[in-house]
């Protein structure tokens, strides 16, 4: 899977991408991916991570934290017969 062309990346290295999804009725334009997870999980990559968060789009799920202008979301999904928590 080929991603779309990157928006921008923050000061903190978080990488921007268009992603049109709706989560607990929230239209979102873009998927912010943090590269604290690379640390971890270094087999992850930014194409893993967007194909497995499009199988959040209309779901709900209850915020775990708020931090400026940030909504987190933790949930465990199944990919590739493999599970990954997805914050």
Same mark, same amino acid.
């Given at each position: 899977? @080929? %991603? &779309?062309? /990157?928006?921008?990346?923050? @000061?903190?290295? *978080? *990488?921007?991408? &268009?992603?049109? /999804?709706?989560?607990?009725? /929230? @239209? /979102?334009?873009?998927?912010?991916? #943090?590269?604290?997870?690379? @640390? ?5 990559? #930014? ?8 199988? %959040? +789009? ?17 949930? #465990? ?5 493999? +599970?990954? *928590? %997805?914050?």
């Amino acid at each position: 899977m @080929k %991603l &779309p062309k /990157l928006i921008t990346t923050t @000061k903190e290295k *978080r *990488r921007i991408y &268009p992603l049109k /999804l709706v989560v607990n009725s /929230l @239209k /979102l334009d873009c998927l912010a991916i #943090d590269p604290h997870f690379e @640390k971890k999980h270094p087999y992850m990559s #930014d194409e893993k991570v967007f194909e497995i968060v499009k199988y %959040l +789009n209309n779901k709900s799920f209850i915020p775990t934290n708020r931090k400026k202008q940030y909504v987190y979301f933790e949930t #465990d999904i199944s990919y590739n017969d493999k +599970n990954h *928590r %997805l914050v």
